[in-house]
């Protein structure tokens, strides 16, 4: 059960704050709504003065933009459309994407300027942009029915704000599954007083993919999961008949028993490629009469449930969705990207976890790895093999590179595909698509409970004002996940006071983990094993707890919720809100 424990008397529900909370967050949304990897690091010119942004949850050093504060203006324009996309070796899926490319083009802009990025959507169904891992103002942070009303197709929305803090962020839709199609981008917030040195940076997406893949979609995949249920999430609850993008179309969630082998004494198809493809032995089954849900144009999809994915590090289950690939920046395995550099040179990589519902554990062979940013904070500098990023999870690490070519591969966790890119600073062959670097069974950071922030971003660790208790609840063969056995309801409020130290309090009761991210806020791991890293997507494994502190000094109506796309859509949200 929720609970809450303050000398205050708490309202839980949503009248008792919707109209000061909307009032303050969003008197500029329908005027802001219209209409029905990287190299060398470089910086831009700085640009024109911008309007003041309320204050957000920051730093010591670099922190917060202040209001009245007034910053470099960084315009940009994107478009969400259908298209085409190549992830290796011919083969070419439709999907929805940012201006046509997978993944969409890095924003890049320094710490303090404000971004003016402006949204067309092209695509048949509504969409948002939310701006992962950023303290922004309230109406700007794009979940649809809560801080602004969804992009309409042929519409779209400016969206304008200052960035208080420098970092590894990345942004993507908040409208039903999109998040599993093309539409992502990274968001890279650079310290124009950054003390690291190195010569170059990587940017590595990951991604698992499924979107067109034998008429596939994540709709086809929400509806085979639900096995008839209707969906909770936003485009669902707030907008019911969306869904994210198929709205149009019959539904047959098919059998639903959640298995993955033969049927009917057929055998499941494998996507071309193999296991060089990065496809892990776990897979979908083949459309028969009767099963599988509609694809593109009326179309029937192959069903993509799976069963006996399962991993130590993730504490059991550890998916549901038996992904055709796995990929690196838009590239399968067998047609990877190269990232040159020269024997010698520190190269930054920034990792981002951009897919749906899989965990990667990642590792350059050959090479050790030096942790020193998660989730775009800074961390005392941790030495590891091997990383695990859940969904919507970043790591920045630094690696000194040999001399040679070395696969960086991305094992999809518990799944048993796998994606793969490679550094190349000398002669030699590329290496095999299925090859797994040893150091990915040596020392692997889990959690970033062992890392320990810079004094720069440590959160002070004073008595909590406010105590939040929830408990994660559901399971697989029902799919009911929820907070406290109430699926998400955008009635449903936890107040918060302005000001308060808030500590957060998760027990997961299910058998499976989850990735656990808080919007407009960085909260510090608490736990009594924690050393206090800054966090806003952290592993919840199963019957496990999860402690994380936060100042409530970013005023609106705040999402938190499991980053596993099909958990949150099935009802595992809720919602934070407070006023100045």
């Not at 993008?245 to 082998?261: A, H, I």
Request: proline residues 8%.
């Amino acid at each position: 059960m929720s609970s809450q424990e303050h000398t205050r008397q708490t309202s839980p529900t949503r009248r008792a704050v919707l109209g000061a909370g909307i009032a303050a967050v969003g008197s500029g949304l329908l005027a802001a709504c219209s209409g029905g990897g990287s190299d060398d690091r470089g910086r831009g010119a700085a640009g024109a003065p911008a309007q003041a942004s309320s204050p957000a949850d920051g730093r010591k050093v670099g922190g917060p933009a202040a209001e009245g504060s007034v910053g470099p203006l960084r315009t940009s324009t994107f478009t969400a459309t259908p298209g085409t996309i190549d992830i290796g070796r011919g083969r070419t899926f439709r999907t929805w994407t940012y201006d046509g490319r997978l993944p969409g083009k890095e924003v890049r802009i320094n710490e303090g300027d404000t971004l003016a990025l402006t949204l067309s959507n092209h695509l048949p169904a509504p969409t948002t942009v939310h701006w992962h891992g950023i303290a922004i103002e309230n109406k700007m942070d794009g979940v649809p029915g809560v801080t602004q009303p969804a992009i309409k197709p042929g519409g779209t929305f400016a969206y304008r704000f200052t960035v208080p803090h420098a970092g590894t962020h990345w942004f993507h839709p908040h409208y039903g599954v999109q998040i599993d199609r093309g539409m992502y981008a990274p968001l890279i917030v650079e310290d124009p007083k950054e003390p690291l040195v190195y010569d170059h940076e990587w940017i590595i997406v990951l991604d698992d993919w499924i979107d067109g893949v034998d008429g596939s979609t994540p709709d086809d995949v929400l509806a085979q999961l639900l096995k008839g249920k209707p969906a909770m999430g936003h485009g669902n609850a707030h907008d019911r008949g969306h869904g994210g993008g198929d709205e149009e179309r019959d539904r047959n969630p098919g059998d639903g028993d959640g298995g993955d082998g033969e049927r009917d004494g057929r055998p499941r198809p494998r996507p071309s490629g193999g296991v060089d493809a990065g496809y892990g032995p776990a897979g979908p089954r083949e459309p028969d009469a009767g099963h599988g849900s509609p694809g593109p144009a009326g179309g029937r999809g192959p069903r993509r449930l799976m069963s006996d994915a399962t991993s130590k590090l993730l504490g059991g289950h550890a998916g549901d969705v038996a992904y055709p690939y796995y990929l690196i920046n838009g590239r399968t395995a067998d047609h990877p990207t190269e990232f040159k550099a020269k024997p010698g040179d520190r190269i930054r990589l920034r990792i981002i976890n951009a897919g749906a519902e899989t965990a990667f554990r990642v590792a350059l062979g050959g090479h050790e790895m030096t942790v020193v940013h998660s989730d775009g904070f800074p961390v005392h500098p941790y030495k590891t093999d091997a990383l695990l990023l859940g969904m919507a999870e970043r790591y920045d690490v630094l690696v000194t590179a040999k001399d040679g070519v070395f696969p960086f591969t991305a094992l999809a966790e518990g799944k048993r595909g796998s994606a793969m890119a490679v550094l190349r600073t000398g002669g030699g062959p590329t290496p095999k698509p299925s090859t797994r670097p040893s150091e990915l069974d040596r020392r692997v950071l889990q959690s970033s409970v062992h890392l320990r922030p810079a004094e720069s971003v440590a959160l002070d660790r004073r008595r909590p004002d406010r105590l939040i208790r929830f408990t994660l609840t559901g399971g697989m063969k029902r799919y009911d996940w929820a907070f406290d056995r109430r699926p998400y309801d955008p009635e449903t409020l936890h107040r918060v006071e302005y000001g308060e130290r808030v500590r957060l309090v998760v027990v997961n009761a299910t058998d499976m983990w989850h990735p656990m991210h808080l919007h407009g806020h960085t909260f510090a791991l608490a736990g009594i094993d924690s050393l206090g890293a800054r966090k806003d997507t952290t592993i919840l494994l199963p019957h496990r707890k999860l402690v994380a502190d936060f100042d409530a000094d970013n005023p609106g109506l705040w999402m938190f919720h499991c980053h596993n796309i099909y958990h949150s859509e099935t009802g595992m949200m809720t919602t934070l809100a407070y006023e100045r």
